[in-house]
């Protein structure tokens, strides 16, 4: 399997989870932005995280690729089993982080320009955005504030995907200080064996 990833993007989630699965996946790091990227080759949108199988399949986008691997390795803690209350949990949080933080949030304070055409109208979709993220992590930190994790009091790909958006958060500023819950639980992520492993591989590729 080929996991296509890119430093800073959403797919460092796939790829930590990759890591602490220890998965026979090659990670293959390309541009973003560009019409030469070999990306859009996989994936026509042009994104990552792009998953193709050995078989030439290809999965696109985190809620579907984070649960499709887990299951390469049943039983694994990082999820959870069929049926189960618990794995719905975990896939909750996994569409909440999607939705409300990524799409919902920084979408519009990182790209603006996809929400107007009007250049002037930026700085104030900037501002939305921040204002928006301000909301959707203080349901998160209201919940981690008794617990270190999201789901089960362990680490699951929930977690992995929350990770992403935790250190996005750490370079907003001041504004996000009082996320006392958010701050330790993208401490004890950049900790991680698997979190310092993948940063290392991309970084490494990107050079």
Not at 41 to 70: C, K, Q, W
Not at 84 to 95: D, F, N, T, V
Request: hydrophobic share 40%; aromatic share 8%; proline share 7%.
């Amino acid at each position: 399997m080929q996991l296509f990833v890119s430093p800073g993007a959403c797919c460092l989630g796939t790829h930590v989870v990759v890591h602490e699965l220890d998965l026979a996946v090659d990670a293959v790091t390309v541009p973003l932005r560009t019409p030469d990227s070999p990306i859009h080759g996989v994936n026509p949108l042009g994104r990552v995280p792009a998953l193709r199988l050995d078989d030439g399949t290809v999965i696109t986008e985190n809620s579907a690729i984070l649960p499709f691997l887990a299951d390469q390795r049943p039983g694994t803690p990082l999820f959870a089993p069929p049926g189960s209350a618990e794995r719905a949990q975990i896939q909750s949080w996994i569409g909440y982080v999607s939705a409300e933080v990524h799409v919902g949030c920084f979408r519009p304070i990182n790209r603006p320009e996809r929400y107007s055409n009007d250049t002037s109208a930026h700085d104030g979709i900037r501002r939305r955005g921040r204002e928006q993220l301000k909301n959707a992590l203080l349901h998160v930190e209201r919940h981690l504030a008794t617990r270190r994790f999201l789901v089960g009091e362990r680490f699951t790909i929930a977690d992995a995907y929350l990770g992403v958006f935790a250190r996005w958060t750490a370079a907003l500023g001041q504004e996000f200080s009082n996320l006392t819950a958010l701050h330790r639980f993208r401490s004890d992520y950049n900790e991680r064996p698997s979190v310092r492993a993948a940063l290392a591989a991309e970084t490494a590729a990107a050079a």
